[in-house]
């Protein structure tokens, strides 16, 4: 077959990374120095990681069936035990497909359809009484401008390949036109969300999930800009100023209640939540992946005293034994210009969060 290039392997343990670019290298050469076979898949014959995987599939991401059309061939030679995946979106839904091919404790597939898409998530859990931003979901083109806003509100796309990209900040009834604009282009499932603003902090849970249960990690304080025309780009990540002991309690009852209703085996598991002016934590947006924004290769490793990158690959394999009781370390990450890249971050750290909290503001942010 055209799409598959073997190597010679019988009676091995193996993980699938979905997709081989230069953010899965890393999980590659991680998942291989602990003794697993790698599948890595993606359609770029180019790709990087393809250089230090095992077995080679050339098909999309997103092609779910064209995947598990190959994958079946290696049943007789591999034990397939996990699946490794960065990337938002569709390929949560593939690995989801994966996963039940395999028998493999995972995330349902109609789980995985409705927390990756924006508008399913916040319809289900408002059924489930897990807080959200109120909200109204439209179809493109369907914004009837007579609607009525309590300003600001937030307008962002219903699913986007990139975290982030098409949410904007309106203030006023001038700015929704060029924003609605913006979350369109971005929308990959012809739907949008306008939601109320909260004016309270961003928090992003890190946790997995094995055989059904929570494993918190830590909470992070996400550092959001607003562009001048109200549009939100990524700054970077901090370790949170002080101890917020009760809302990382309470950002965890939420990603419990998620894991519950939405049947979740194993997975890793982020949530993103802001509170409100009373200080009441609600869900806006969940991920199922292990995650971007340089977290594994630049903060975990200055943050936590443990290997994230293997904590990650065993949660997958349903190996791991999760660390209790541990000490982080106040860190952050910015980006340069609210662009992630490897040329352009910045890492701070310190032994105290009023010494970090210093670095930061001689950074000018």
């Not at 076979?37 to 230090?52: L, Q």
């Not at 591999?78 to 938002?88: A, M, P, Q, T, V």
């Not at 607003?226 to 309690?249: C, F, H, M």
Request: a positive charge.
């Amino acid at each position: 077959m055209k799409n598959f290039v073997k190597n010679t392997y019988t009676n091995k343990i193996g993980v699938i990374c979905i997709a081989a670019g230069k953010t899965q290298k890393p999980l590659i050469l991680k998942a291989k120095s602990l003794g697993y076979v790698v599948i890595a898949i993606d359609r770029n014959r180019k790709a990087p990681g393809f250089k230090y995987a095992d077995f080679k599939i050339y098909e999309s991401t997103h092609n779910a069936n064209a995947i598990i059309k190959v994958l079946r061939k290696f049943k007789p030679k591999l034990k397939l035990i996990g699946i490794l995946n960065r990337s938002s979106g569709p390929p949560v839904i593939t690995a989801a497909k994966i996963s039940k091919f395999l028998n493999l404790p995972g995330v349902p597939i109609k789980s995985a359809e409705s927390l990756v898409n924006k508008d399913k998530m916040r319809l289900i859990c408002s059924k489930q009484k897990i807080p959200t931003p109120n909200y109204k979901i439209y179809s493109i083109n369907k914004y009837k401008k007579n609607d009525s806003h309590k300003f600001p509100i937030v307008i962002k796309p219903g699913l986007s390949l990139i975290g982030k990209s098409g949410v904007s900040v309106v203030h006023s009834k001038n700015e929704i036109d060029l924003a609605i604009k913006y979350a369109e282009k971005c929308s990959i499932n012809k739907k949008i969300l306008i939601e109320e603003y909260l004016k309270g902090p961003d928090f992003t849970l890190i946790s997995f999930v094995n055989n059904g249960k929570l494993f918190p990690i830590c909470l992070l304080e996400e550092i959001n800009i607003e562009d001048k025309n109200g549009v939100i780009l990524p700054k970077g990540y901090r370790t949170l100023k002080k101890d917020y002991k009760e809302w990382n309690q309470k950002a965890s009852a939420i990603a419990r209640k998620i894991v519950s209703k939405f049947k979740i085996k194993r997975s890793a598991l982020m949530i993103s939540v802001r509170p409100n002016s009373k200080n009441y934590l609600k869900l806006i947006e969940v991920h199922l992946d292990i995650g971007g924004d340089l977290l594994i290769e630049a903060f975990f490793p200055k943050a936590l005293p443990f290997d994230f990158l293997q904590l990650s690959i065993e949660m997958a394999t349903g190996n791991a034994i999760c660390p209790v009781n541990f000490n982080l370390k106040p860190t952050a990450i910015f980006y340069k210009d609210g662009t992630v890249s490897k040329k352009g971050y910045k890492i701070l750290t310190s032994n105290s969060n009023q010494m970090l909290n210093k670095k930061i503001l001689d950074l000018k942010i």
